[in-house]
């Protein structure tokens, strides 16, 4: 498993590996790697005969007020991890491989990015679409492993390489749980032990939720107060709650199938999101 840092050199050694009619897999990631980003992993390995996975706290994705110095990096851990799962190629590169003195250039999306997380978050998917845009050229990927519980990210990605031609085929992973149903995510590790054992309330809801649709409960606002009602009353402050259109993201005015319920809440310092796409045949798809 070789470490490159700089985007040029992962060019060159992708390049190669076309030459030879390889097939270019690609896992995006912040490091801080859990069981969801080993998922990943394994499916890009399934789906490709090279396998890259980048590791780079993007700075553009965050806010001035987020956790972009707190956020959890150990490449050396993120690296033993990856031991094992036949990964060619890690891209660790620091911030100034990614965007040089003088770097000047913006990536930005019209409609999906004014949904959900992009409300309270109106750089984060500039930031993402920017990134990414960088990392799916300095890989030269044929394909690109994205989880679910980002739904609103995937969705973005799709966009964006749809509308710029970028020819990369973006591969959806369901999401990865815990055996309580909390969502996997590199942010759990700040929750405290009393706040870990709340949060499996999130998706506890958007199931309860998601069974109420498909029983035919159709009134959004009845659904979506009873729904913060509840994560309140678990101690969550919650930023969204929302049922949409899983292509769009736009609102639907009334809960029908198919449909995306999709959240974000925080407990104590630690914001929570997932989501779950209700289907008309076969129940809620986690």
């Known amino acids: 498993m070789e470490v490159i840092r700089e985007p040029g050199r992962l060019r060159e050694r992708s390049d190669a590996w076309h030459r030879q009619g390889w097939v270019v897999g690609l896992v995006p990631t912040m490091g801080a790697l859990h069981e969801g980003h ?27 007020s987020e956790d972009f110095a707190r956020y959890p990096r150990n490449l050396d851990r993120d690296l033993g991890m990856l ?4 990964v060619d190629v890690v891209f660790a590169p620091g911030v100034e491989d990614m965007y040089p003195p003088g770097f000047q250039t913006r990536v ?30 300095a890989s030269r990927a044929d394909l690109a492993v994205f989880g679910q519980k980002d739904y609103q990210q995937v969705r973005v990605i799709e966009q964006l390489v749809s509308d710029l031609d970028l020819g990369v085929r973006i591969v959806r992973h369901p999401t ?75 609102d639907l005015p009334v809960a029908r199938v198919p449909l995306l319920i999709a959240a974000a809440a925080r407990l104590g310092s630690t914001r929570l999101i997932d989501n779950l796409e209700v289907t008309p045949d076969a129940g809620p798809v986690v």
């Not at 019209?110 to 990134?131: E, I, K, M, T, Y």
């Not at 499996?200 to 107060?225: F, K, N």
């Open 83 to 86: 031991q094992g799962l036949d």
């Open 176 to 250: 990865i749980r815990e055996e309580d149903g909390l969502a996997m995510s590199s942010r759990n590790l700040y929750l405290s032990p009393e706040e870990r054992m709340r949060a499996p309330t999130l998706y506890r809801v958007l199931r309860a939720l998601g069974d109420r649709v498909r029983r035919g409960e159709g009134d959004v606002e009845i659904l979506r107060e009873e729904g913060i009602r509840v994560l309140e009353d678990a101690g969550f402050q919650v930023d969204y709650l929302a049922f949409c259109d899983p292509w769009s993201l736009e």
């Open 108 to 137: 930005e999306l019209d409609r999906l990015p004014r949904h959900l997380c992009g409300l309270s978050r109106p750089h984060h998917f500039g930031g993402v679409a920017l990134v990414v845009t960088k990392l799916f050229t």
């Open 38 to 64: 080993l998922a990943l992993v394994r499916a890009a390995r399934k789906e490709a005969d090279r396998v890259i996975v980048s590791i780079f706290v993007n700075p553009t994705q965050f806010g001035p």
